[in-house]
């Protein structure tokens, strides 16, 4: 074999090298993200809301941060405080239609890219669940979320089946519960039961994410942030944050942005 002077390596090397950097580099293409969900997602902090809005949606609330950093050419906010999983759906697994107006699902379309949802602390009563903070819990509330809990999966497969007949071509990430409890709240009353129940949501939200090809996000050390921590990403009262009692704080809704962004990057 011929053996080509080190000079001519060396031009043929730059020249190719400038031929490949001359080529264009591709625009990313535009981001269609709609949010969709309950005060979960639609709450921040109480400075960051609008006092006529039914929904309270805060403007720092994981989506609407996540499409400020995205740069989402197009979103849609449709979280609503509240909100179930008729809400959202078209349906729920027993056959009712959605509660009231549009159901969320209807801000999809074919060209939405990316959906994240935040659903089913409601459908397992979870307000009811929050008084137990303050006292003993309801009696029966037991029995009832346990129920709640068997029909949980079906309803969330209803959602993800409105998802997927309208936005098939999204990619949707699921957030999970922030858990309002660990192993330094035990004064409150029903703590062990009550953060039992947090994690069974989540796991089952989590398996519906799975079932349906989603991704589940938690933020990697949210046990470390409860209500009962020197950081809280959740507020019992809301009264220390400035957020609304039982919800993220500005901290939590800005970490599970962060969870979100770094699971879709």
């Given at each position: 074999?011929q053996?080509?002077?080190?000079a001519?390596?060396?031009?043929?090397?730059l020249t190719?090298?400038?031929?490949?950097?001359?080529?264009?580099?591709?625009?990313?293409?535009?981001?269609?993200?709609?949010?969709?969900?309950?005060?979960?997602?639609?709450?921040?902090?109480?400075a960051?809301?609008?006092?006529?809005d039914?929904?309270?949606?805060?403007?720092?609330?994981?989506?609407?941060?996540?499409?400020?950093?995205?740069?989402?050419?197009?979103?849609?906010?449709?979280?609503?405080?509240?909100?179930?999983?008729?809400?959202?759906?078209?349906?729920?697994?027993?056959?009712?239609?959605?509660s009231?107006?549009?159901?969320?699902?209807?801000?999809?379309?074919?060209?939405?890219?990316?959906?994240?949802?935040?659903?089913?602390?409601?459908?397992?009563?979870?307000?009811d669940?929050?008084?137990?903070?303050?006292?003993?819990?309801?009696?029966g509330?037991?029995?009832k979320v346990?129920?709640?809990?068997?029909?949980?999966?079906?309803?969330?497969?209803?959602?993800?089946?409105?998802?997927e007949?309208?936005?098939?071509?999204?990619?949707?990430?699921?957030?999970?519960?922030?858990?309002?409890?660990?192993?330094?709240?035990?004064?409150?009353?029903?703590?062990?039961?009550?953060?039992?129940?947090?994690?069974?949501?989540?796991?089952?939200?989590?398996?519906?994410?799975?079932?349906?090809?989603?991704?589940?996000?938690?933020?990697?050390?949210?046990?470390?942030?409860?209500?009962?921590?020197?950081?809280?990403?959740?507020?019992?009262?809301?009264?220390?944050?400035?957020?609304?009692?039982?919800?993220?704080?500005?901290?939590?809704?800005?970490?599970?942005?962060?969870?979100?962004?770094?699971?879709?990057?």
């Amino acid at each position: 074999m011929q053996r080509l002077p080190l000079a001519v390596l060396i031009v043929a090397a730059l020249t190719g090298c400038s031929s490949s950097s001359t080529e264009p580099i591709p625009e990313p293409e535009p981001l269609n993200y709609v949010s969709l969900g309950d005060s979960y997602a639609a709450m921040g902090s109480r400075a960051a809301t609008a006092d006529d809005d039914p929904c309270m949606v805060a403007e720092d609330s994981y989506p609407v941060l996540i499409a400020e950093e995205l740069d989402a050419a197009q979103f849609t906010n449709a979280t609503c405080q509240g909100a179930v999983t008729a809400d959202v759906g078209e349906k729920t697994a027993l056959g009712t239609a959605a509660s009231e107006g549009s159901p969320q699902v209807a801000a999809l379309g074919e060209g939405t890219d990316l959906v994240t949802l935040s659903i089913g602390g409601n459908d397992v009563s979870f307000v009811d669940m929050t008084r137990c903070f303050e006292s003993a819990c309801p009696a029966g509330l037991r029995e009832k979320v346990a129920g709640e809990l068997e029909e949980l999966p079906a309803r969330l497969d209803d959602v993800y089946a409105a998802i997927e007949q309208r936005a098939p071509g999204a990619r949707v990430v699921a957030t999970g519960y922030m858990p309002l409890l660990n192993d330094a709240c035990m004064e409150v009353p029903d703590a062990e039961w009550l953060a039992e129940q947090i994690n069974r949501i989540n796991g089952e939200v989590r398996a519906a994410a799975e079932r349906h090809g989603a991704t589940y996000v938690m933020p990697a050390d949210a046990e470390e942030h409860t209500g009962c921590s020197a950081e809280p990403w959740v507020d019992f009262t809301g009264e220390a944050t400035g957020s609304y009692p039982m919800h993220p704080t500005a901290a939590g809704q800005r970490a599970m942005a962060e969870a979100v962004r770094a699971e879709i990057e």
